[in-house]
């Protein structure tokens, strides 16, 4: 593949920007995120039901230090706040869809779908994090692949989060690979020694996904209980496109 844009995206699980030595530091996460040089970010345990110290919220705070667009995707509201899901991109946003995945008796979960348009290229992502229970886990995974296959093979998809599975032979991954092509298992959880490959990314079409690794830095290790994941995704002539805005059920 000849790409003739390549993106840097980053998937985080940020843990409400506690960080292992219990505190909570939004600033600390802002700088591990622009020292990435990313392009897009997805994060999952975003809190912004209390306001930060220098006012405003967490997701506020971080789109003003990283100077990136931010869209939000709650999955729990409380008063005027909400935690969940957000995205932070470089690149316009336009059409956002928040697609419920909850499943009865269990947490409330979500995927945030939004559309980026890059120059003449259009890239749809979808950013979540699974429950904690199995089969709460393949139903969640049937709903964002019902979702995926609505969108058509037009555009670039990148699916990212906190997948909340490392067993290579669990259900929910190999129907991820079957459908999206096999990824590389990036270990981040716990972060001062991960051991678990439980945050991931997929790119349909597969050869657009190149280098894929956990970023290890010191400032990483300790800012959240999860390592963030960065991958470079390689966009062609074939995502180019003008989309219609979408919607989901």
């Given at each position: ?237 074939s995502s180019e496109s003008t989309r219609s805005g979408f919607s989901h059920p």
């Amino acid at each position: 593949m000849s790409p003739d844009r390549t993106l840097n995206i980053v998937t985080w699980n940020v843990h409400g920007c506690v960080g292992r030595d219990g505190r909570r530091d939004v600033d600390r996460v802002a700088s591990v995120l622009s020292k990435t040089n990313a392009d897009i970010i997805g994060l999952q345990e975003v809190d912004c039901r209390n306001p930060v110290p220098t006012g405003g919220s967490q997701l506020e705070r971080l789109a003003s230090l990283t100077g990136l667009e931010a869209v939000a995707g709650p999955t729990r509201h409380e008063g005027e706040g909400f935690f969940g899901n957000a995205v932070l991109s470089r690149h316009s946003i336009g059409d956002v869809a928040l697609i419920n995945v909850s499943v009865r008796g269990r947490e409330p979960r979500g995927i945030l779908h939004a559309r980026l348009q890059i120059g003449s290229h259009s890239v749809d992502l979808f950013n979540t994090h699974f429950g904690l229970n199995p089969g709460e886990r393949r139903r969640q995974v049937q709903r964002l692949l019902e979702a995926a296959d609505a969108l058509g093979d037009a555009t670039t998809l990148v699916v990212i989060g906190d997948f909340n599975e490392w067993r290579a032979r669990a259900a929910a991954l190999v129907r991820l690979s079957a459908a999206f092509g096999a990824v590389p298992a990036v270990r981040t959880f716990p972060s001062r020694f991960p051991i678990l490959a439980l945050d991931r990314v997929w790119v349909r079409p597969r050869p657009a996904l190149g280098d894929l690794r956990a970023v290890q830095t010191p400032l990483a290790r300790i800012a959240s209980d999860h390592l963030p994941v960065r991958a470079v995704v390689m966009l062609t002539a074939s995502s180019e496109s003008t989309r219609s805005g979408f919607s989901h059920p």
